[in-house]
């Protein structure tokens, strides 16, 4: 079995197969609103961007982020800050077997593990091929973080996880089950770090710090205060961001193979373009891609990657047997997301 070790580069299409919308959808689906005032907001982002989508039908819906964002001055368009209340509270809906109870602010918590099967399915295996693992990500939601759980698990998967470039220890504030319990306070203890280059959904920026909290409340209280942020260069990228961004460059360097899934490497996210090939450097890696659009995924990290071995295979949960079978390794673990 191989012992080398590993980092995992997830995506949008990670979060996609567990009901969550792609990027390019995240305006055109169903949210909830818990005040008239956030509904009013919603309604002048939404035409804001129908105006926007109309002068410009072949950009990505990210850059329209990234428009709101570098001219957040412009007083006669929706503030930055109102989209991010939008996008977050968008990602923050209870989707899955989240949404089969009721549906509050509260849901979707880092002590509540995933209902997707198929991300347990895929970490699973990950970790039993390789030594050390890790994680970088562009996700704001928190399904990494529900798969790998916030402490190591004896009876049911879950190695436990800290965030990546930022300060240890890591407590997050809330409650562990809300009304049920007096658990306040939990501490992050697993050995797997999660890098998150464009923020998450359960931290808000208090004093130019990372507050975080065991929920998505930051996506829904005081008209949004959720510390995400659009692909925007890292010169332009917020301070609190600097710190994850080169951890997670060194992290990549020091890997031996990248498994990306569910990253599509746009073309208009340059900031990261320069990361990975800062990381990649003149090492020779190895790029496991599991994608659907594999073929053309391995030929955009070969030009950033010159010196790698990018392998092609095919999305979840089969490319996960393509690995094992890439590797030569014994079989996968039984999973019923299979």
């Not at 994850?244 to 990261?272: M, N």
């Not at 393509?322 to 390794?329: G, Q």
């Amino acid at each position: 079995m191989s012992r080398s070790t590993a980092c995992c580069l997830l995506g949008a299409g990670y979060s996609f197969v567990a009901g969550l919308p792609l990027a390019k959808d995240i305006f055109d689906t169903d949210v909830i609103v818990f005040s008239q005032g956030a509904e009013e907001r919603f309604d002048k982002v939404w035409e804001d961007y129908t105006t926007w989508r109309e002068k410009n039908p072949s950009l990505a819906s990210e850059l329209y982020l990234v428009e709101l964002f570098e001219g957040d001055l412009d007083l006669t368009r929706p503030p930055f800050s109102w989209a991010v209340e939008l996008v977050a509270a968008v990602l923050a809906t209870p989707r899955g077997d989240d949404a089969k109870g009721i549906l509050g602010r509260y849901h979707g918590r880092i002590t509540q593990s995933s209902w997707c099967s198929l991300h347990v399915y895929f970490f699973s295996n990950i970790l039993r091929l390789f030594g050390d693992s890790s994680v970088v990500t562009t996700n704001y939601d928190l399904l990494i973080e529900r798969s790998l759980r916030h402490r190591p698990m004896k009876r049911v998967f879950g190695p436990g996880f800290y965030y990546g470039g930022i300060e240890r220890p890591q407590v997050l504030e809330g409650l562990a089950r809300p009304f049920k319990d007096s658990q306040r306070f939990v501490q992050l203890e697993g050995a797997l770090a999660v890098y998150k280059l464009h923020g998450s959904l359960n931290w808000s920026i208090e004093k130019g710090r990372i507050r975080m909290y065991q929920d998505m409340r930051p996506a829904f209280r005081h008209g949004g205060t959720a510390a995400i942020v659009p692909p925007i260069p890292e010169k332009k990228a917020p301070p609190w961001l600097l710190t994850i961004w080169k951890a997670a460059e060194q992290e990549l360097s020091s890997a031996d193979v990248w498994i990306v899934c569910g990253y599509s490497l746009p073309d208009y996210d340059r900031s990261i373009h320069e990361l990975l090939a800062n990381a990649a450097g003149s090492a020779k890696k190895r790029i496991f891609i599991m994608d659907p659009l594999s073929e053309d995924l391995a030929t955009k990290f070969q030009r950033i990657a010159s010196f790698a071995e990018v392998i092609p295979l095919r999305g979840l949960p089969e490319g996960v047997e393509d690995l094992f079978e890439t590797i030569k390794c014994p079989e996968v673990i039984d999973s019923t997301a299979k």
